[in-house]
């Protein structure tokens, strides 16, 4: 059947060994996607999800019913004392955005324990000079880089018993590097040693790519606040764009205030016919999530056999959805692109005559895989290479 489509037998039989491979891999994730389908739906009845909760609001948006009724799903889906959920975010950047200069004030120490977060967080902070980063507000930006895909313990501790910090900041996805992605056991090992030298510290965690792929979040490992996109794993590929931030109810409010206005905070924000679908997106979130960690864990076998450096290897603990595949040559990357895009993408219902080729993308310092869609427009099609 499949030789009829054009996939040579070779190619079949590889796909076929490999998934051999990967059956244990493949049941931890079914038994992850089932448990977190089961919170999904707790949260669901204990909330009352009904079929108004579909309606919509335009303008101010006071007294949605439909977006206070989600955040609420998702406050108790992430395990937090409060979540605001909204489409007014446009990515999960900005949502982190929103939450580092709620949290901060001029003077302030923002410490960054896990490396230099993603390039578009770059003039955000004021890595790279912006007149309206946290750095041009007076707050103040140190850097703990990580210790073989770990925290650097003896450093992070040494730093907050000498500075006063007010906000730590953990990015747990590699995102476009080549480093380890971190699990909570190493996130609420570092949190429990935060907190025995300063209690007072905001441990905020950048949760993009992470959710769903374990049966728990930061919180449950003593984070305050916490970060993700919806155009990422808790959107379920249906929520059209829209982020979330979870965490302590005190800040979580600091963070609509910031988001909206003070005073009206997240008493206002219209959902402009959303609901529905950020409803779906989180409710088959579970089993998209399961999906894409079957693909990577399969395609990381796939590719190891074929002799390509992979990372994270089939086999290994998964945190996120990210799969790197490791080229160390630019022009190894854009010709496997274009083996996707002969091989995939021309046999795709949609955009089938896409052409992919590297451009520079905003916000990043590398180059991107873009789909160019002839005489239309162009979507992001893979992450950029390093």
Aim: aromatic share 8%.
């Amino acid at each position: 059947m499949y030789n009829d489509l054009g996939i040579s037998s070779e190619t079949i039989k590889l796909v076929e060994e490999a998934e051999k491979d990967c059956i244990e891999q493949f049941r931890q994730v079914d038994e992850a996607c089932n448990y977190n389908s089961l919170k999904v739906l707790r949260a669901f009845h204990k909330n009352q999800v009904n079929e108004s909760c579909f309606n919509s609001t335009t303008g101010y948006g006071y007294g949605d019913y439909g977006r206070d009724t989600i955040e609420k799903v998702f406050r108790d889906v992430l395990g937090a004392e409060d979540a605001i959920v909204r489409n007014q975010f446009i990515s999960g950047s900005h949502a982190l955005t929103v939450c580092f200069f709620a949290l901060l004030r001029p003077g302030d120490t923002l410490l960054s324990i896990s490396g230099k977060p993603y390039d578009t967080l770059d003039e955000v902070i004021g890595l790279k000079e912006n007149k309206s980063s946290l750095i041009s507000f007076g707050i103040k930006y140190k850097q703990i880089d990580l210790i073989d895909n770990d925290f650097d313990y003896e450093k992070i501790a040494d730093f907050l018993k000498n500075n006063k910090v007010k906000v730590v900041e953990i990015q747990r996805s590699k995102g476009y590097s080549t480093r380890k992605s971190i699990d909570l056991a190493k996130v609420g090992k570092v949190i429990k040693l935060i907190k025995e030298i300063d209690e007072s510290v905001i441990v905020m965690v950048d949760n993009c790519y992470c959710e769903f792929v374990s049966e728990s979040e930061p919180t449950a490992v003593g984070a305050d606040i916490m970060v993700g996109s919806l155009i990422k794993n808790l959107g379920g590929g249906i929520a059209p764009n829209g982020a979330y931030i979870a965490g302590r109810h005190d800040l979580i409010d600091l963070a609509g205030e910031r988001l909206t206005l003070p005073g009206e905070g997240r008493a206002v924000g219209p959902t402009l016919g959303i609901n529905k679908q950020l409803l779906q997106g989180i409710y088959f979130a579970p089993s998209v999530v399961a999906s894409a960690l079957k693909t990577a864990i399969l395609a990381s076998r796939v590719l190891e056999k074929m002799g390509y450096e992979v990372e994270p290897k089939y086999n290994e603990e998964r945190v996120d959805i990210v799969q790197n595949i490791v080229f160390h040559d630019e022009n190894k990357l854009v010709e496997f692109t274009k083996g996707i895009q002969e091989g995939i993408q021309e046999g795709s219902a949609i955009d089938s005559d896409a052409i992919v080729e590297p451009v520079n993308e905003p916000g990043y310092t590398d180059k991107w895989q873009v789909v160019h869609l002839p005489k239309v427009h162009q979507l992001n099609y893979l992450v950029m290479g390093q």
